[in-house]
Every structure is written in C-alpha cells, then in structure tokens.
C-alpha cells in the first residue's frame, strides 16, 4: 500500500469527538440506545495526505464511506481500494492503516461506533460482503448522515443523544441492506431485485422456478441459491409469502369467498389454498378474518 503522510486538516473538513465521559455516562447507561451509539463523527473532502495507523486497533468500530476519489485500507494483512460509492467496517482492536490515494484523493463521511449490538452489526457486514461494499444510491445515507451531525453539534442533551443513535441504527440499516449491495455480486443483486419484482406483479398467477430464473436471467440453480443467501427464502417460499399477503388483504378488505380468493391468487384448489394459509399464518382463512374483525390475536 502507498502511504501518503497527512498534512493538518482539509478544506471544508468537519469533525466531532463525543467525550468518552459523556457516551460512558449518558449511552453505554441509557438501554435504549446502548446497544448501538456514535462515538466520533466526521467528514473529510478532498483529504490530501490523508493517513492514520493504529497497530494495535481501537476500541470501536470504524465505518469509511467513500464518496469521490480513492483510498486504501488494510486491516490485518488484508489490503482493500476503497472506490467511490463503496464502504468498510473495520473491526474494533484489529490492526489497520488506511490513507488516501495521492493523485485521487477521497472525500470520505466516517463515523466510529461502540455498544453492545455493535459487534452484531460488524459481523452480518463481514459475512454479506467481500471486505468492503457499495452504495447504489447514497443520497439516502448521506442526508441521513447530516441530520446526525448536525444534531449532535447542538450539544449532548439526553434528547440530542437519544435522536442521533436511534437515527444512527436507520443510517446503518440503510448503508447494509436497504441500498447496500456486495461490491463482487451487483450483478446478481440487479437479477434478484429484477425477479422480486416480477413475483410481485404476478401474484395472481401460478409461476414455476423456472419461469422466475428466467426473469433474472439465471440458471434455476444458481438463481434459487443466490435469492435465498440474499432473502432467507427460496424462490418459491417467498412467492407463497406474496400471495398470503394479498390473501390477506382480501380477508380484511373484502367480502370475497375463500374459493373465490383463491382464484384471484392463480390457486385452483380452495382446499389447498386453506391449507397453505393455515401453515404459514398458524389459522385458517375463516379464521383469520373473524378474530382481525372481532380484533382477537390471531395463530396458533
């Protein structure tokens, strides 16, 4: 890795420490934020020379977002470019160094974070990524960033803190799963995102695995293993979830017949339809509709 030495500070750069007294006083304290709570904060444009190793670690996390230019990031022995659009968590008490690049410098919003959830949240990000990951669309986060920075210079009220570390899980959530895509599998992130949206406008119709793969352009195989690593579910147990929510919307909002429901969502057999809502409702549709009407919990 090249290493480019820092000089002191960078136009337009912005930064805030919270005190460790404060966040050990007023965070690791407070259960509703303590498990997840900002410690530092900043942002650093155009940061010529910008250069920080810590052979011993620290004792948070550190999130790097790189917005324009380049940089590197070693965390152990492992050496990552840093693009523009991509992000690294690098764990807490890990080795590292990161500096930016010297012809293409980055413009980076980094935030370090503590809490007992925290390790959690390293550990999801280093099992769904390849070291480090992309933002399609950072706007979102961005503005989300900003709010928590210009919140915090306010001060470290108990109400400024409990706002920006419950923003801070939003920013997060965003950052990992809702616009965050492994830098390695874009393409068949697109291919998923491209057969959910198929499956949600034909869920009045009965699809085949195949027909699904084909929309996203992939072998079956290799289609129902990358959608179920990315949703939890295979192609199939996901459609089905599709059709019991619409089912029960029906439910609710209309007067249709279970046979007739049935047939909205492409299932011929009422009888097998009833018993695919029991199994994943835990009640059968009859059911279902009188306890919601009559507002009594609903399962088994």
């Not at 969502?265 to 009859?286: A, C, Q, W």
Request: a positive charge; glycine letters at 6%; hydrophobic letters at 35%.
């Amino acid at each position: 890795m090249k290493i480019f030495r820092k000089k002191d500070g960078f136009q337009g750069q912005k930064a805030i420490v919270i005190p460790k007294s404060v966040y050990t006083a007023k965070c690791t304290k407070d259960p509703m934020i303590s498990n997840l709570f900002i410690t530092n904060i900043g942002y650093y444009p155009n940061a010529h020379y910008h250069f920080r190793s810590r052979p011993r670690g620290t004792d948070q996390h550190i999130l790097i977002f790189c917005h324009e230019g380049k940089g590197y990031v070693t965390i152990e022995s492992t050496e990552y470019t840093i693009n523009p659009g991509e992000f690294i968590i690098i764990p807490m008490k890990a080795s590292h160094t990161y500096t930016a690049d010297k012809s293409h410098p980055w413009t980076i919003y980094w935030v370090h974070f503590k809490g007992n959830a925290a390790q959690e949240i390293v550990n999801r990000f280093q099992k769904n990524s390849a070291g480090k990951m992309f933002l399609q669309s950072p706007g979102k986060c961005i503005d989300l960033f900003n709010d928590i920075y210009s919140q915090l210079e306010r001060g470290y009220g108990k109400d400024t803190l409990a706002y920006v570390n419950m923003s801070f899980w939003h920013f997060i959530a965003a950052m990992l799963f809702n616009e965050a895509v492994d830098v390695k599998e874009t393409k068949d992130k697109g291919a998923i995102e491209k057969a959910i949206d198929f499956l949600s406008k034909n869920v009045d119709k009965p699809v085949t695995l195949e027909e699904i793969a084909a929309q996203a352009s992939l072998s079956p195989a290799h289609f129902s293993a990358t959608f179920k690593k990315r949703t939890g579910f295979s192609p199939i147990e996901y459609f089905t979830q599709l059709k019991i929510q619409k089912a029960c919307q029906y439910l609710l909002f209309t007067e249709l017949r279970i046979k007739e429901i049935a047939q909205e969502l492409g299932i011929e057999d009422p009888y097998y339809f009833s018993r695919l809502f029991t199994k994943v409702i835990g009640s059968s549709p009859n059911q279902y509709r009188a306890n919601r009407r009559n507002d009594k919990p609903i399962g088994g």
